[in-house]
């Protein structure tokens, strides 16, 4: 089973930036999915970006579009998620996750398709 490691989590104000990493354990194969999702305390976890290995085909929530870019950097074998212009409703657990199977022409955003996930970065956003 593959091991993600998240970082670059912190503090920041409103409308500021933070870029999180996740770094695989193994190799992420081609049609693989990844995604970054985030749990806010008292509320359901929900998928944020998600992106096809390979083919690079990008999804995002509304709530993000424009403001979050997820990306995948394949010679280092590490997943991105730039978060700019950050709002205090972005503040939660953020959580790097893989679906390791093959074959995905696209890839969703419920937690329950993924096998994989770290361990968790935690986003603050003030005021």
């Known amino acids: 089973q593959v091991q993600l490691v998240e970082s670059g989590g912190g503090s920041v104000q409103a409308g500021g930036s933070l870029r999180l990493s996740c770094k695989p354990s193994?190799?992420?194969?081609?049609?693989?999915?990844m995604g970054w999702f985030r749990q806010a305390p008292g509320r359901e976890r929900e998928g944020v970006a998600t992106?096809?290995?390979?083919?690079?085909?990008?999804y995002y929530i509304d709530a993000v579009k424009g403001r979050f870019t997820i990306s995948r950097d394949m010679e280092n074998n590490m997943l991105y998620l730039q978060m700019n212009s950050l709002e205090v409703e972005d503040t939660a657990m953020y959580y790097c996750?893989?679906?390791?199977?093959?074959?995905?022409?696209?890839?969703?955003?419920?937690?329950?398709?993924?096998?994989?996930w770290g361990q968790g970065t935690q986003v603050t956003v003030s005021s």
């Open positions: 992106i096809l290995i390979g083919d690079m085909i990008t």
């Open positions: 193994e190799p992420i194969y081609h049609r693989y999915c």
């Open positions: 996750a893989a679906l390791t199977r093959s074959g995905n022409l696209a890839c969703g955003t419920a937690p329950r398709s993924y096998n994989a």
